[in-house]
């Protein structure tokens, strides 16, 4: 019997060198760059259970980014652990060399980062990838807690591996690391392989790979090549990597799972006379050993034992990975465990094999107490009867302990390295071909590597969105690197500057990124919106009337006014020949508010604001003015009236007013009383309509009218009105018995105003 320090005198100490002295850093940047756990000052703080946050990794893309299954529980600055569960080639065939390692690939990268950034699903790592990644091989994020000082109070463990998270357990102090309970990721690691029932044939099976077939041999167990190789090449006495294999018929013991040492052999199948070939080809093979300086990998499952009775079992889990960094570790007696799982006790049918230990990783500057770290492999679950022989389960492989440097020699830490003893028949107590898992190892100067170089690249900006009318242009304002490109390059003056002038004949989003290809940007967009320009009319009449008398004068426009936001107007008039009164009776659909009086000057501004989201064609505002005797006979009231917004791509067409006073002739005064009523074409009624319609209207002044009809071709047709006509309101029929069917047009003149609308004739 050896003793543990014996016993790690034995094992060769693989050693690494260049990966770099990294893990100095690491304390360093979780320092100045993360929180430390809250906690009372001085106080350590208390932790247990799962300390560890996981998901899955889906895709990697550039400038350190990596798209996750859920983001939800992580957050920047967050320190994490990248790790590739699988992903390893091994020999396929059916052929004794079957699941042999031929490329490790990327399975056990790993490394410490630390986010930058999230957007939905996408986090944004901080500093650059050291390693190469493989999706298929199960990649995981791993959130890493950080402390100052840490008491252990509870069992501290991971979430079991369930096929894309998980098995491990990895945080980093400080401080100092307090054990007053054990750290545990025992039998987290890969499955141990579920028994499946069968039935028995009258030979010993020595498949090493096959589709599963319950009644020739159970399940592999699960390793970093998976369960074997697709289709469904899970069956057979062949180990996949590190997994066991499963026990032949008739009713052979599962293969152990191996991590640096191998695992054992399951135990002999029943023999009878009956049956052909070799009993110890039905054997379940050990998983195959793994000893990679500088990869970290949980323990393989083992395989399951061949079941034609219902009381076969499966293999044990494989143990998981443990990673602490730490100033010091004071064990008080308490261990830190990633041992593999033992597999249960069978009757009548085969037993399963039992799992490889996993790996415990130390970055630890000094030990105390008395600390036991234990990675064994686990114990093959036992077989037989009292009437018949069976398959035994064979051990587990021991797994990997390594340290930042040299092993230490203290005497308070022991380590566990032992592989798994096999199980036993139940009747006589032998291995019945049953063999028991091969020890694990130390590695030294195995540092977990952790990334700083910071990603060098340029977070670009594009600038806000914004709106031009049809034929506008808008200039763009991009900045965050000191060359950039745009596309596309419709519309742009140009594509390699900062500010293009933006020209689109339609709503375009334009994308700007770094113009260095070497270099690794964000990128950002701008849309610019091009709107269709709108036109807008808007008049004041002419009006005659007498000094002294008082007129509302209304602002009347037509014309599609939606989406202005408001208007403006600002109108001249002459200070000697008239007064202004101000607003008067407020029209509906607007708000109107006085912006500008200046009356020594004959300027007056409003503001309209609409109090729907579509404005309500027709009169936008009253405004009053008392009229007096002054030299001038007429006043002129030019105005302008725009949309401040110049995104409402809204042009006005304003047609100004004039009033005219009636002078006064001796003894004789001519009063006109002032007209306020306003121009409307309404329209014709019925429309379309059969043979005779009524054109309706209303004139604001007296003057001379005119009202014809057009046919399609513009040919006038019918005069319906030819006369002065006083203000008011009026309606003319046509009678278009003698005219075709089709569509007509119809156009009034009163004076200045005109208007024309169409109808159809139906016959």
């Known amino acids: 019997m050896h003793t543990f320090a014996e016993r790690i005198r034995s094992h060769t100490i693989s050693r690494r060198n260049n990966l770099g002295n990294l893990m100095a850093s690491i304390l360093r940047i979780a320092l100045l760059l993360l929180f430390v756990a809250a906690s009372a000052p001085g106080q350590p703080v208390p932790i247990q259970g799962i300390v560890n946050t996981y998901t899955s990794v889906r895709s990697f893309g550039s400038c350190g980014s990596l798209v996750v299954g859920d983001a939800s529980r992580f957050s920047p600055g967050d320190l ?11 020999v396929p065939e059916n052929i004794p060399a079957y699941g042999t390692i031929t490329d490790i690939g990327d399975a056990g990268n790993h490394e410490l980062n630390r986010i930058a950034s999230i957007n939905g699903n996408t986090i944004h790592l901080a500093f650059a990838l050291q390693f190469s990644y493989t999706i298929a091989g199960r990649v995981q994020l791993v959130r890493v807690p950080e402390y100052a000082d840490v008491d252990v109070a509870g069992t501290v463990t991971c979430a079991p591996w369930n096929g894309e998270t998980g098995g491990v357990l990895a945080f980093v102090a400080s401080g100092t690391v307090t054990l007053h309970a054990s750290i545990d990721a025992g039998g987290t690691g890969f499955h141990g392989s579920d028994v499946v029932q069968g039935t028995y044939v009258p030979y010993y099976e020595g498949a090493y790979a096959g589709p599963l077939n319950a009644d020739r041999y159970g399940k592999k167990g699960e390793g970093i090549a998976g369960y074997g190789l697709p289709p469904d090449m899970y069956g057979g006495r062949g180990a996949p990597a590190n997994g066991g294999g499963g026990g032949g018929n008739h009713n052979a013991g599962g293969g152990g799972g191996s991590s640096a040492g191998c695992g054992g052999f399951g135990g002999k199948p029943f023999q009878s006379s009956m049956y052909s070939g070799t009993p110890s080809d039905a054997q379940g093979q050990g998983g195959h050993p793994l000893n990679v300086p500088g990869r970290v990998f949980m323990g393989g499952g083992g395989g399951a034992g061949h079941d034609n009775n219902h009381v076969g079992t499966g293999g044990g889990n494989g143990g998981g990975i443990v990673l602490i960094e730490a100033a010091a570790l004071n064990g008080t007696g308490w261990s830190i465990g990633a041992a593999g799982d033992d597999s249960r006790t069978a009757q009548y049918d085969g037993a399963g094999g039992a799992g490889g230990g996993g790996s415990i990783l130390l970055n630890v500057g000094s030990y105390s107490g008395t600390l036991a770290a234990d990675v064994r492999g686990g114990a093959g679950g036992g077989a037989g009867s009292t009437s018949q022989d069976a398959g035994p389960g064979g051990g587990g492989g021991g797994g990997v302990i390594a340290f930042a440097g040299a092993a230490p020699a203290s005497a308070a830490l022991s380590l566990a390295l032992a592989g798994g003893r096999p199980g036993t028949d139940l009747r006589d107590g032998t291995a019945y071909g049953a063999t028991t898992g091969c020890d694990g190892a130390v590695q030294e100067n195995v540092r977990t590597v952790r990334d700083t170089v ?10 806000p969105d914004t709106v031009i009318c049809e034929g506008g242009s808008a200039q763009l304002n991009a900045q965050g690197a000191p060359a950039l490109h745009w596309s596309p390059s419709a519309g742009l003056s140009c594509t390699e500057c900062p500010n293009p002038i933006a020209s689109p004949s339609a709503t375009t989003t334009y994308h700007v990124t770094s113009g260095d290809p070497g270099s690794c940007s964000t990128d950002d967009s701008v849309t610019v919106t091009v709107r269709s320009a709108r036109r807008l009319h808007a008049e004041i009449g002419r009006y005659h009337a007498a000094p002294g008398r008082t007129l509302t004068l209304p602002i009347v426009y037509s014309g599609d006014a939606s989406g202005t936001g408001a208007l403006e107007m600002t109108l001249r008039y002459d200070p000697k020949s008239v007064h202004l009164d101000g607003l008067g009776p407020m029209p509906g659909g ?18 309209a604001v609409p109090l729907g989201t579509t404005p309500i064609a027709g009169t936008l505002a009253n405004i009053v003015f008392t009229l007096y005797l002054a030299s001038s006979d007429s006043i002129d009231l030019p105005f302008a009236l725009s949309a401040p917004d110049p995104a409402a791509c809204l042009e006005v067409t304003a047609l100004p007013g004039r009033i005219v006073l009636d002078s006064i002739c001796g003894l004789h005064l001519r009063l006109i009383a002032p007209l306020l009523g306003s121009y409307a074409l309404d329209g014709n009624r019925p429309n379309p309509f059969n043979p005779t319609t009524e054109i309706h209207f209303s004139l604001g002044l007296d003057g001379p009218t005119t009202l014809v009809v057009y046919d399609a071709s513009g040919r006038a047709v019918a005069t319906l009105v030819h006369e002065d006509l006083a203000a008011g309101r009026y309606s003319v029929q046509w009678d278009a018995g003698g005219y075709p069917s089709g569509v007509y047009r119809y156009r009034i003149v009163s004076g200045t105003w005109s208007r024309e609308g169409s109808m159809v004739l139906m016959k």
């Open 454 to 463: 910071p990603i060098a690249g340029y977070n670009v900006v594009a600038g």
């Open 590 to 607: 607007w708000l109107v508010s006085e912006i500008l009086n200046d009356r020594a000057a004959g300027v007056y501004g409003i503001r």
């Open 80 to 90: 994490v652990l990248i790790i590739q569960m699988q992903g390893a080639t091994i």
